[in-house]
């Protein structure tokens, strides 16, 4: 009984390395999704998905990549880490554009850059 | 472009005391909003709402919705110090660009 499994839950990195945060739902959902939150700023969404083979932007894509070769997978990657990418991520999926009204939330990655 | 606004941003009470909060939506292709509740990880579902005027309810949380004048509420009676927490509203369209509010710390004080 998984549901979405996100990894790592910690992580540190130094300015300009590149990480990829894992994110595998088991419940077939189509569409997933990536957010980060940082303290009063709420959950903003970075990239989503609403189905293997196609992603599209959020609120705050700038520096993130997302691909969705699977309907199980949605990994984010950083490409160039920069102190401001320091935050909790989190990923979330939901069967058929919410229509059931529930998004299913991993349990977080903290990540910070140095 | 899209918005959530939630309103106060934090609040204290006592234990006992009923608690409003407000969420104003401008989300392109409405389709329903939503209410989560953060404690220390991620965050939980309360509602969904989709029709005006239906309340939901659950316990001593109930919810309401507004898409003449694009708003909701939360409210939640007889607080325990076991709500205390973040809540928040998030607004859905039809393209799946989903927006969260900023949340709303709610304190309730023994």
């Known amino acids: 009984n998984a549901g979405v499994t996100q990894t790592p839950k910690f992580q540190v990195l130094k300015t300009g390395q590149s990480m990829t945060l894992q994110c595998a739902q088991d419940?077939?959902?189509?569409?997933m999704s990536w957010y980060r939150q940082d303290p009063g700023m709420g959950l903003r969404l970075i990239h989503y998905?609403?189905?293997?083979?196609?992603?599209d932007q959020g609120e705050v894509p700038n520096g993130y990549n997302v691909s969705r070769s699977t309907t199980e997978d949605f990994p984010l990657r950083l490409l160039s880490a920069a102190p401001s990418q320091t935050s909790v991520y989190f990923c979330?999926?939901?069967?058929?554009?919410?229509?059931?009204?529930?998004?299913?939330f991993g349990e977080g990655s903290r990540l910070t850059v140095l | 472009e899209d918005k959530v606004v939630q309103s106060p941003l934090s609040l204290v009470v006592h234990e006992g005391d009923t608690v409003t909060l407000n969420c104003s939506y401008e989300?392109?292709?409405?389709?329903?909003l939503l209410w989560y509740k953060q404690e220390k990880k991620a965050p939980t579902f309360l509602f969904m709402l989709?029709?005006?005027?239906i309340e939901k309810k659950s316990g001593r949380l109930s919810s309401i919705l507004d898409k003449k004048e694009l708003f909701s509420i939360l409210n939640i009676t007889a607080t325990q110090t076991g709500d205390s927490a973040v809540y928040l509203c998030?607004?859905?369209?039809?393209?799946?660009?989903?927006?969260f509010g900023q949340g709303t710390t709610l304190q309730v004080k023994p």
């Open positions: 979330a999926s939901s069967s058929g554009l919410l229509n059931t009204g529930e998004l299913f």
């Open positions: 419940m077939n959902h189509e569409y």
């Open positions: 998905s609403v189905g293997a083979g196609i992603t």
């Open positions: 989300v392109t292709n409405f389709r329903s």
């Open positions: 989709t029709s005006s005027g």
């Open positions: 998030l607004g859905s369209g039809n393209t799946g660009k989903l927006i």
